[in-house]
């Protein structure tokens, strides 16, 4: 109960996420609340608080990317990691014999954060959309039944720009590169 007085003489502010299924989300909490996550995201450790009798929970490592929205500038700028955070939290890469002709590849993959996916849903909804690069599983706007990325088929072109398949009409294999 004390927890609760206590954000009531508190500002809200708004924490908007994405996941890397694509799915946005929001979350209204006090700052010192915001301030938590902030570290929790810094140490790649889950988040669970509880705000006005509702639990929230988030994985760091699903986080796409979030922003805090009600804060000012100069603050905002605090609150996000600094390069060399990132750099630190980035994997290493190994160079063994296998990868070698892969390291173009894969610093390729590492810089371009985003990928065009063409949604082929059994329900017959076929559509284009931009999620992370990583992503490996989505949610079909129209009956939001799972769909899986078929790396396996490679790249296709949509009318974006070269993109992955993304369905459920047929199983799909997860470790396919």
């Not at 938590?36 to 006005?52: D, M, P, R, W």
């Not at 009956?143 to 799909?172: H, S």
């Given at each position: 109960?004390?927890?609760?007085?206590?954000?009531?003489?508190?500002?809200?502010?708004?924490?908007?996420?994405t996941l890397i299924t694509g799915?946005?989300?929001?979350?209204?909490?006090?700052?010192?609340?915001?301030?938590?996550?902030?570290?929790?995201?810094?140490?790649?450790?889950?988040?669970?608080?509880?705000?006005?009798?509702?639990?929230?929970?988030?994985?760091?490592?699903?986080?796409?990317?979030?922003?805090?929205?009600?804060?000012?500038?100069?603050?905002?700028?605090?609150?996000?990691?600094?390069?060399?955070?990132?750099?630190?939290?980035?994997?290493?890469?190994?160079?063994?014999?296998?990868?070698?002709?892969?390291?173009?590849?894969?610093?390729?993959?590492?810089?371009?954060?985003?990928?065009?996916?063409?949604?082929?849903?059994?329900?017959?909804?076929?559509?284009?959309?931009?999620?992370?690069?990583?992503?490996?599983?989505?949610?079909?706007?129209?009956?939001?039944?799972?769909?899986?990325?078929?790396?396996?088929?490679?790249?296709?072109?949509?009318?974006?720009?070269?993109?992955?398949?993304?369905?459920?009409?047929?199983?799909?294999?997860?470790?396919?590169?």
């Amino acid at each position: 109960m004390r927890n609760n007085f206590e954000q009531l003489n508190e500002p809200l502010l708004t924490l908007v996420y994405t996941l890397i299924t694509g799915y946005k989300g929001q979350v209204n909490l006090p700052k010192s609340k915001i301030m938590e996550f902030i570290e929790h995201f810094k140490q790649g450790k889950n988040y669970v608080t509880t705000s006005y009798d509702e639990t929230y929970g988030l994985n760091p490592s699903h986080v796409v990317d979030f922003r805090v929205v009600g804060l000012y500038q100069k603050e905002v700028g605090l609150l996000y990691m600094t390069e060399e955070e990132k750099a630190k939290q980035r994997p290493k890469l190994v160079q063994t014999e296998e990868t070698e002709g892969d390291d173009k590849l894969l610093a390729a993959a590492y810089n371009n954060k985003s990928a065009f996916y063409k949604i082929d849903c059994k329900c017959g909804a076929i559509y284009t959309v931009q999620l992370s690069a990583f992503t490996n599983t989505g949610k079909c706007n129209k009956c939001k039944e799972v769909l899986f990325v078929d790396r396996a088929r490679g790249k296709i072109d949509t009318y974006k720009g070269q993109g992955w398949i993304m369905t459920n009409k047929y199983p799909v294999d997860p470790q396919a590169k």
